[in-house]
């Protein structure tokens, strides 16, 4: 399983950007992709996961409103969409897999990408 992240960017408060994972490799039909973050001399936490087994979503509390996660099977693509970023918002994003539903929780999953890079600045 391969997973590469991309669309990180330097970016203002209040901008938005989207992030992809694009994936590859999978054995299973059922798998959940998640997207953490990295902040700079933090560890790792969940922001987001989105399931194929009932497509259900999964948000970390901080993040509702303002991170919407989507996939594009055709393409082997998800995405987050990141509105109104904020300084905290800083940071390395990951996508991650493996099979089974969704979780926040990194020890859930097996793959992950290298990470694309956020700074929101002015």
């Known amino acids: 399983v391969q997973l590469v992240e991309s669309g990180g960017n330097l970016v203002q408060p209040g901008g938005s950007l989207r992030l992809s994972c694009a994936a590859s490799?999978?054995?299973?039909?059922?798998?959940?992709i998640a997207w953490f973050h990295q902040a700079p001399g933090k560890e790792r936490e969940g922001v987001s996961c989105?399931?194929?087994?009932?497509?259900?979503?999964l948000y970390e509390d901080s993040v509702k409103g303002r991170f919407t996660i989507s996939r594009d099977n055709a393409k082997n693509m998800v995405y987050l969409d990141i509105y109104n970023l904020k300084p905290e918002d800083t940071g390395v994003y990951y996508c991650?897999?493996?099979?089974?539903?969704?979780?926040?929780?990194?020890?859930?999953?097996?793959?992950w990408g290298q990470g694309t890079l956020v700074t929101v600045s002015s």
């Open positions: 989105i399931s194929t087994a009932d497509d259900k979503t």
């Open positions: 991650a897999t493996d099979s089974g539903r969704c979780s926040l929780w990194d020890r859930t999953y097996q793959y």
């Open positions: 490799g999978f054995t299973s039909d059922t798998y959940a």
